[in-house]
C-alpha cells in the first residue's frame, strides 16, 4: 500500500515562495499520475496541478498558471510543488493525491491516493 507524507508548508508573506514535497513509500511513485489539491477554510478541495508519470505533461489551475510549478523525482519517489508570488487566497491546506487516469483528472473522485496535508498560511 502506498502512503503519502507531505511537508514543506508553514507560514509566510504575500509575495514569498515555498516548495511542498510528497514523498512516497510503499510503492514506486513513477507508475502513477500524481497532483496536489488543496482545501481554504470553509470551501471544497480543489484541484491545483497534475503531473504526469513521466513529468512530460502538466496541468494547472488558472489561479496558479505562472506562479506554481508542478514537478516529479521518480528516483527519490518524490512529488514538489514550487509556489512563488504567494498570495493570501493561497492560504489552505495541499494536499498530494495520486492515482488518476491523466493529468485531465481535476475531480477529488478521481484520485485513489491521498497524503494527510500540509498547512500553507499566507499573510498579507
Known amino acids: 500500500q502506498v502512503q503519502l507524507v507531505e511537508s514543506g508548508g508553514g507560514l509566510v508573506q504575500a509575495g514569498d515562495s515555498l516548495r511542498l514535497s510528497c514523498a512516497a513509500s510503499?510503492?514506486?511513485?513513477?507508475?502513477?499520475?500524481m497532483a496536489w489539491f488543496r482545501r481554504a477554510p470553509g470551501e471544497e478541495r480543489a484541484f491545483v496541478a497534475a503531473i504526469s508519470r513521466g513529468a512530460t505533461t502538466t496541468r494547472y489551475t488558472e489561479s496558479v498558471k505562472g506562479r506554481f510549478t508542478i514537478s516529479r523525482d521518480n528516483t527519490k519517489n518524490t512529488v514538489y510543488l514550487q509556489m512563488n508570488s504567494l498570495k493570501p487566497d493561497d492560504t489552505a491546506v495541499y494536499y498530494c493525491a495520486g492515482g488518476a487516469a491523466s493529468t485531465s483528472a481535476y475531480l477529488p473522485g478521481m484520485y485513489d491516493l491521498w497524503g494527510q496535508g500540509t498547512q500553507v498560511t499566507v499573510s498579507s
Open positions: 510503499g510503492r514506486t511513485l513513477s507508475n502513477y499520475v
